[in-house]
């Protein structure tokens, strides 16, 4: 019998919160790596860590928060942690590819190819891992042309968001990119979950009778959206993202003395200066005995 899939059985509440979360992971991603180039001397290891893990936990979240509203009307849906636990880490793994290969070989085209397909699948391969990870009372089956559909999204958005990575660097084309990329990323996750059909098992067949999605989910989100607050604390309060490159270099500038007030420490006063009264004023002439005359 076929299933009867409902993938909004929220309203737009899951959408809205999904999409969220996506364009808040990519922001604080995006601000991370901006982060290293800013700043040649910082931890680059560290922020592009931080800014993969960002990226990776945003995806996650936006998945599994969007999931809350899937149901099928014939039959109970629940989880496998395992496999929900290892989507995570499949997600965080595979953006962190991506972005240390661009965040050390730059913008180059060879670069972004690689890194693109590599985490372009990654991420498709987080979304069907978590997939893998629902359990119902009948069998999933996948329409192959819109599956190659949502796996072709994924890789150009993410080639795009790691293109954005490396070349935007101001605060509000950072916020548009992150923007775009929630876009990117939600539209990916919808046109994955479009090529879902569920056939369900007859009444003889097992029934899953476990705990409803929220109860297993909700739960299990915490932990990410605390992460993506605490990092969007960490870019908050850093001076150099708050400031941006130009206010920042200028307020450091600002601190050194410039050449005309740097003391001349040590230098010897040259054989004019020594015969002036005042050194450092400009020398004035006596008048001669004709202008005294005059």
């Not at 590599?118 to 119902?136: D, F, I, R």
């Not at 607050?229 to 307020?251: K, N, S, T």
């Not at 050194?256 to 020594?274: D, N, Y």
Request: net charge neutral; aromatic share 8%.
């Amino acid at each position: 019998m076929q299933g009867t899939i409902d993938g909004f059985s929220y309203g737009f509440v899951t959408p809205v919160a999904a999409y969220v979360m996506a364009c808040l992971g990519s922001a604080l991603g995006l601000r991370c790596v901006v982060r290293t180039l800013l700043n040649q001397d910082s931890w680059k290891p560290g922020w592009l860590a931080l800014g993969a893990a960002a990226i990776g936990c945003g995806i996650w979240t936006m998945h599994f928060i969007a999931m809350i509203g899937f149901q099928v009307e014939e039959t109970a849906v629940r989880y496998d942690t395992g496999l929900t636990v290892i989507s995570l880490a499949v997600a965080i793994v595979v953006v962190g590819v991506g972005v240390f290969v661009v965040g050390y070989r730059g913008a180059t085209p060879a670069a972004l190819s690689i890194a693109g397909i590599v985490t372009g699948l990654g991420v498709a391969a987080m979304h069907y891992l978590g997939m893998a990870a629902l359990h119902l009372n009948g069998t999933i089956h996948y329409n192959g042309l819109t599956v190659a559909l949502s796996v072709v999204i994924a890789i150009v958005a993410a080639t795009a968001a790691l293109w954005a990575v490396v070349s935007i660097r101001g605060f509000l084309t950072s916020l548009g990119a992150s923007l775009v990329m929630g876009v990117a990323v939600t539209g990916m996750h919808y046109t994955g979950m479009a090529a879902v059909s569920v056939h369900v098992h007859e009444s003889g067949g097992t029934i899953w009778s476990g705990d409803s999605p929220t109860s297993l989910l909700l739960p299990m989100l915490i932990g990410p959206v605390i992460f993506l607050l605490l990092a969007g604390v960490v870019v908050m309060f850093d001076p150099l993202l708050v400031l941006g490159d130009g206010e920042w270099g200028g307020r450091t500038s600002r601190q050194q003395p410039t050449a005309q007030e740097t003391p001349l420490i040590g230098k010897q006063p040259s054989r004019r200066e020594a015969e002036q009264p005042f050194p450092g004023r400009p020398r004035t002439t006596s008048p001669t005995r004709t202008d005294l005359r005059l």
